[in-house]
């Protein structure tokens, strides 16, 4: 399993959860781990563009996008997810990896100052999974899982794994397309239902 290095991941604390669940992560930014792996783990954090940059200047874009035609299993954590779509819209519009269709935008804003959701989202929430999925299947409707985000991967709806209620709105926080799964919230930090996720993640 690689977990991808390109200097905008949350490395240590992923790598300790997946050490936690059975696995042995190699942290790696060399593009030909990626043509070897049987499953990789794409963390981020930051901004989009910003992190659109770094996979440029470490020469994993293509490499990235092989290993997922190949059907190698990878999943996304939260910016990681976000690069997955097409287009971002953080500060200005850029281009994403274009796996999965679809648009990285800003949380919905509420109309009552007092009573809303505030942007950034950060903390413990409940998510509602609407596909079945073998990752995904892990959590329940009691499941509690961690948010860090100002913005969320607005997926074209068949791709769209799992929603999150913000602000009389839903609002997609999972995506899905075929061997590619993202999740917008951290399982790294999400307690016993991310370690579930990830272990799951782990056995596929």
Known sequence: ???????????????????????????????????????????????FGDAMDGLRAAGLVGPLKDAIARGTPLLGICVGCQLLLSLGEEFETHDGLDVIPGRVALLPRGNDPQRSDRIPNVGWRRIRVIAEDPVLGTLSAEDYVYFVHSFAPYAESDFVAAWLDYNGREVPVAVRRESVLGVQFHPEKSGDAGLRLLEAFRKL
């Open 1 to 47: 399993m690689i977990v991808v290095d390109y200097g905008r991941g949350n490395l240590f604390s992923l790598k300790q959860a997946l050490l936690h669940v059975g696995g042995a992560p190699k942290i790696s930014s060399d593009p030909a781990d990626l043509a070897t792996a049987d499953k990789i783990v794409f963390p981020g954090v930051g901004a």
